[in-house]
C-alpha cells in the first residue's frame, strides 16, 4: 500500500513539474522569443473590428505621389549633399524643414502649436474636443550622413493620415492630433528623445539641459533660441504632458530592419521597443613626441580608447545573445597629430537589448573594463558617465487590436514583431497607451542614404495609420 501511494505521489509530482522542466528549457536566452519579451498575445481582444459609422474603407485612398514629393522636397533641407541627408537639431535647414512641415499642417486644416524646445503639434478638434486625444507623430531630425525616410515618414504619412481621414469625410470624436518631436536623435547635444523625454515630463533632463552644451560650446538655450524657441525662459517644465494628454499615441515608422522586406510582409506591428543606453567615457594620458617617447614611457589615451572598443564588442558578445549589441560610434583624439602621442580620448558608446537586465549586465562590465584599462595603461579614467539607460516600452493591447483590426480590414499581410531602434515613442508609453506601425524598407538599410521605403509600402502604412487613428478616435 505504501509503495503504491508514493508510486502516486510520484506521478503527481511529476505531472505537475514538466512544465516547470519545459519552461526552465524554453528560457534559453538566446532564444527568447517576442511573446517572451512583451507578453502578447497573452489578452482578451477587444473588438476593434466594428464598422466605423462615419468612414467608408473603399474611400480610404492614399495620395502617394505627393507624400513621395514631399518627401524628396524635405530631403532638400539638408547639410550633405543627395543622396545623404544631414539635418542637426536647430541648425538653419532644421528651422526650414520645421517650417515647410508646419506650413503642410496648415494646409492639412490643422491647428498649428509649438512648445518651448520645438516640439510641433498640429490639432483636428473632434466632435468631443474635451475627451482626450489620439496623436500621432515622429522626428524630421536626420543623423550625418543618413537617409530621407528615417522619422519623416511618420510626420509626413501622418498629415497625410489625416488628409487621408478628411477626404473620406470622417469626423474624429476625440481630436487627432500630429506631433513633430524634437531631436529624436541625440547628434548635437548627446541625449536622443529629446522632445519626447521632455514631453514625457524628466525634470532631470529639463536640469540637465540648463548646463548642456554641443561639440561647439554652444548652451542648449543658446542654440534653442536661434531657432526661436525656449524664448527667454531656461525653466522649460512647460513642455512637460499635463496627465492624460493623450488616450493613444501611434507612430508609423520604417521598419529600419529587414524582416518586413525578407518576408514579403506589408505591415509590421510593434509589441515592444528594446532598451537602449549611452555612454561617454574620457581618458587622459601624458601625451608627448612620437619619436622621441619610447614605448615603454607612454601612457597613452589613444590606446586606451581603442582597448575600451573592443573590451566593449567583447562584453556584448559574452552575453550570448543575438539581441545584445554594442557600438562605438564616437572616437575622438587629442590633439589629432600624427605625431603625437594622444593625450586625450573621448568614446562613446551605445548598448542596447530586449533584455534590460543583461544590458545592464554589459555596462556594468565596460565600466570595470574601463578602469582596469586605465590603470594598466598608466591613464586617467577622467570620466565614466552614463548619459542614458532607458528600460523598454511595451505597447498598449488597446493599441495593438487597433493596428491589427486596420491591417486585416484593409487585407494587409501583417506580423508582430519588436522594435531594436528606439523611436519617441519609447518615452510616449510612460504617458500615453502606445502603439507603432513599420513598413519594410529597402534591405534593412537605414542610417545611410542607401535608406529607401517604396511608395508603395508607404502608402500601405498611412492607410494603416489612418484607419487605426479612426478606430482610436470613436474609442
Ligand atoms: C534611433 O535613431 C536609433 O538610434 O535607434
Ligand atoms: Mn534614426
Ligand atoms: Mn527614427
Redesign the pocket.
Known sequence: MMSLRFLLLLLLLFQFSVPGILAINNEDPTTKTMEDFSGYPIHEPTDYSFALPNLLLSSVSVDTPTLQNQIDELSTFSDTSSPSVTRILYTEKDVLARRYIKNLMGLSGLSVREDAVGNIFGRWDGYEPDLSAVATGS?IDA?PYSGKY??VVGVLGAIEAINVLKRSGFKPKRSLEVVLFTS???TRFGI??LGSRLLAGSEALAEALKTTVDGQNISFFEAARSAGYAKDQDDISSVFLREGSYSAFVELHIE?GPILEAEGISIGIVTAIAA?ASLKVDFEGNGGHAGAVLMPNRNDAGLAAAELALAVEKHVLESGSIDTVGTVGILELHPGAINSIPSKSHVEI?T?DIDEKRRNDVIEKIHQSATTIASKRGVRLSEFKIINQDPPALSDKKVIEAMEAASKELNLTHKLMI?????DSLFMARVSPMGMLFIPCYKGY??KPEEYASSHDMGNGVKVLALTLAKLSLN
Open positions: 522626428h543623423i528615417d522619422g529624436e536623435e541625440p536622443s528623445c529600419q537602449p551605445d542596447r522594435s531594436r531602434a528606439y523611436h537605414s542610417h
